[in-house]
């Protein structure tokens, strides 16, 4: 059973740099294809596709926003990290991170709301 | 504004088939990639209900139909039922923004 859970603070104020850990347990980063994504979803609005990175270290960034992001893994921790720097209200969202063993994300994690605001 | 264009919202009663659509263009969808569905219901997290255009997770029901065609995709949802309100947002791959994309999403409604 895959499981993902996302955790990180739930205030940001303007400016600073939003830092995500996604934790999961059920595969394993290192086989060959499997993928680990972040996805986040402002309220009421639709999902919007961030980052992705893959079991060879491949990295792929949404490009509108691919200047403040920043995607990496520990696959001895099963954890992939998600960094964003100078968060704004507008990024006000709930963040999910999804397992991708092909071009779909078949798992999701629970989401976390990160809220931006001084 | 999405790259996937899904209509806002879609409704029917109960027992009636209702279909989505999912727009796309050369660069996507068009080019051959394929479709994926989520479901999200109010308050949780999107669950994968149909994968490769066509495919359905086990455990989902087969009240639930993918197809694609050219630059568009759909879902159908035979046999409507109160429990399938819920968002439902298209995905695929783009090549000329080399990544993922979702569609702006669909509320469906059971009246």
């Known amino acids: 059973q895959i499981t993902l859970k996302e955790s990180g603070p739930t205030l940001v104020k303007p400016t600073q740099t939003l830092t995500l850990t996604c934790t999961f347990s059920g595969f394993s980063l290192s086989a060959s294809g499997v993928g680990v994504g972040w996805i986040r979803q402002p309220p009421g609005q639709a999902l919007e596709w961030l980052a992705l990175i893959y079991w060879d270290d491949d990295k792929r960034y949404s490009p509108s926003l691919k200047s403040r992001l920043t995607i990496t893994k520990d696959t001895s921790k099963n954890q992939v990290v998600l960094t964003m720097t100078n968060m704004d209200p507008v990024d006000t969202a709930t963040y999910y991170c999804a397992h991708r063993p092909s071009s779909s994300f078949d798992s999701w994690g629970q989401g976390t709301l990160v809220t931006v605001s001084s | 504004q999405s790259v996937l264009t899904q209509p806002p919202s879609v409704s029917g009663a109960p027992g009636q088939r209702v279909t989505i659509s999912c727009t796309g263009s050369?660069?996507?969808?068009?080019?051959?990639?394929?479709v994926h569905w989520y479901q999200q219901l109010p308050g949780t997290a999107p669950k994968l209900l149909i994968y490769?255009?066509?495919y359905r997770p086990s455990g989902v029901p087969d009240r639930f139909s993918g197809s694609k065609s050219g630059t568009s995709a759909s879902l159908a949802i035979s046999g409507l039922q109160a429990e399938d309100e819920a968002d439902y947002y298209c995905?695929?791959?783009?090549?000329?923004?080399?990544?993922?994309?979702f569609g702006g999403g669909t509320k469906v409604t059971v009246l």
């Open positions: 490769g255009n066509n």
């Open positions: 995905q695929a791959y783009d090549n000329s923004l080399n990544g993922v994309i």
């Open positions: 050369s660069s996507n969808i068009g080019a051959g990639y394929d």
